[in-house]
């Protein structure tokens, strides 16, 4: 707690210009969830598609997107968002679209095998014998069944985003000034803990800890609830 130049009392105190840090945080909040949950939406998007047409197609298709995704396994996420934000710039499109492009394996992989084994039920079967399009047996008999899954991973995958976001904006490679993020703010007050401001660094980061176990708590919530067997 701090009280500003004009006399105003800050209830989390004040960053290094003076300013209210509370409607800082606020900011910071809307901009670190906003940024994780379009970059969830089209990771889950893109490795949802990609996993229908993996397990559904199988033969080289299949055997293309698991190359693919195990060659991006492999690549340090670092390096590569490093490589991508430097030809791109930094900035919250940017980062988005990084942050997409570099989750879609972790759905692709798990729903690709669901997507296997409900390719052989009955009611895919009967479908298929009645003359229904491949689309039309992913889209209405496949994916139903997937949908439980894909919403527990992408709550659980919604921490993770968030904690990558924050990381990239620590290290000026994510959302840049004058907007705020809770990870440029974590950066922010680092540079001035040891002139005893310790709450520049605590509440951002606090706030990103609160979220992320949130979140994890609610995939194993949902994890009981549906009955899916996640470890």
Do not use: C
């Amino acid at each position: 707690m701090s009280t500003g130049p004009s006399g105003a009392f800050y209830v989390l105190g004040s960053d290094q210009i003076g300013r209210d840090l509370m409607p800082r945080l606020v900011q910071g909040t809307r901009v670190s969830m906003g940024i994780a949950a379009i970059a969830v939406v089209f990771g889950a998007v893109m490795g949802t598609s990609l996993a229908l047409l993996a397990g559904f197609t199988r033969g080289w298709t299949d055997n293309v997107i698991m190359r693919v995704a195990d060659i991006q396994s492999a690549f340090p996420s670092l390096l590569l968002a490093i490589f991508v934000l430097y030809k791109l710039g930094p900035g919250i499109p940017q980062l988005i679209f990084l942050l997409a492009i570099t989750n879609w394996v972790g759905y692709t992989r798990l729903l690709r095998a669901q997507t296997l084994s409900l390719r052989n039920r009955p009611f895919v079967e009967a479908a298929e014998a009645l003359g229904a399009a491949p689309l039309r047996q992913m889209g209405r008999h496949i994916l139903p069944h997937l949908l439980p899954l894909l919403f527990m991973v992408a709550v659980l995958d919604f921490g993770s985003v968030m904690l990558a976001e924050a990381g990239l904006s620590f290290l000026g490679l994510g959302v840049q000034a004058p907007s705020a993020s809770w990870g440029s703010m974590i950066d922010d007050g680092r540079q001035f803990v040891a002139a005893g401001a310790w709450w520049l660094f605590l509440f951002p980061g606090l706030a990103l800890f609160l979220a992320v176990l949130a979140a994890n708590l609610t995939s194993r919530w949902l994890q009981g609830l549906l009955g899916t067997a996640f470890e």
